[in-house]
């Protein structure tokens, strides 16, 4: 992974610890020093990246106990 996405990522997992502590994001952004902007965008990808998770694990999991439920 190239320096600038380990940054990125690092970021991101500052900015989903101090969103589970309640801080808003104009507080995140002046905590971590960056604009605000970037908070939002970081928030966006962290919202499907959640989204997608969820997705991937309801069609893995789902269909499988579902079957197993009818068997």
């Known amino acids: 992974m190239a320096p600038h996405n380990k940054?990125?990522?690092a970021r991101r997992n500052q900015v989903a610890s101090l969103l589970s502590k309640s801080f808003n994001e104009?507080?995140?952004a002046q905590q971590l020093g960056v604009d605000h902007s970037?908070?939002?965008r970081d928030i966006k990808v962290l919202k499907e990246s959640?989204?997608?998770f969820i997705y991937d694990l309801a069609k893995s999991d789902l269909a499988y106990y579902y079957k197993q439920s009818i068997d």
Request: hydrophobic share 35%; aromatic share 0%.
């Open 7 to 9: 940054k990125i990522k």
């Open 26 to 28: 104009t507080e995140i």
């Open 38 to 40: 970037t908070i939002s």
């Open 50 to 52: 959640a989204q997608q």
